[in-house]
T-cell receptor, first 115, second 110 residues
């Protein structure tokens, strides 16, 4: 079955450490997205990519970095510059980058906490 | 830019109806609705494009009033499985931009 796989499910970060969250999709979608969700709140866009080798900052990109070297993969690195990384991170994809008229398919998320 | 949802939370008994509203300060191209169960991924419900259409999906339907920049999600004869947090997402006219609302938590009790 096609879908989005995020790993790991839970992740702990030490002070000053960079950590990378994995996101893989086999839906053959062009566009991929990373969202951050804090308790009781909505989804805020961190980064998005409409095609391979291209990505754009979202609303809260500071302290995060991404790459899009393959169509299937869109890893997110949470750097030490992100001082409050504790949150639920969701990866999503859509068939095209025309995000206004495309449904987004989500992975099961990664829950990141500070040690 | 983020749409505003109301109410923030609602508690229902099985069989009761609910309406969730979503409004934007920006001219809208589209409205999307998603449902998220606790600790799980959001699941897509429906998209409404500008043109004032109404869509239905079993006992869950939605309307989109482009002029008022508003959408409403209607849940009729609610079931226990309807519990979760409902998010609207708005696609902005003139820009390929999309924003999620802060969610409405729906709790359906037996």
């Amino acid at each position: 079955d096609g879908g989005i796989t995020q790993s790991p499910k839970y992740l702990f970060r030490k002070e000053g450490q960079n950590v990378t969250l994995s996101c893989e999709q086999n839906l053959n979608h062009d566009a991929m997205y990373w969202y951050r969700q804090d308790p009781g709140q909505g989804l805020r866009l961190i980064y998005y990519s409409q095609i391979v080798n291209d990505f754009q900052k979202g609303d809260i990109a500071e302290g995060y970095s991404v790459s899009r070297e393959k169509k299937e993969s869109f890893p997110l690195t949470v750097t030490s510059a992100q001082k409050n990384p504790t949150a639920f991170y969701l990866c999503a994809s859509s068939r095209t980058g025309e995000v206004r008229n495309q449904p987004q398919h989500f992975g099961d998320g990664t829950r990141l906490s500070i040690l | 830019q983020q749409p505003v949802q109301s109410p923030q939370a609602v508690i229902l008994r099985e069989g009761e109806d609910a309406v969730i509203n979503c409004s934007s300060s920006k001219a809208l191209y589209s409205v999307h609705w998603y449902r998220q169960k606790h600790g799980e991924a959001p699941v897509f419900l429906m998209i409404l494009l500008k043109g004032g259409e109404q869509k239905g999906h079993d006992k869950i339907s939605a309307s989109f009033n482009e002029k008022k920049q508003q959408s409403s999600l209607y849940l009729t004869a609610s079931q226990l499985s309807y519990s979760g947090t409902y998010f609207c997402g708005t696609g902005i006219s003139n820009f390929n931009k999309f924003y999620f609302g802060s969610g409405t938590k729906l709790n359906v009790k037996p």
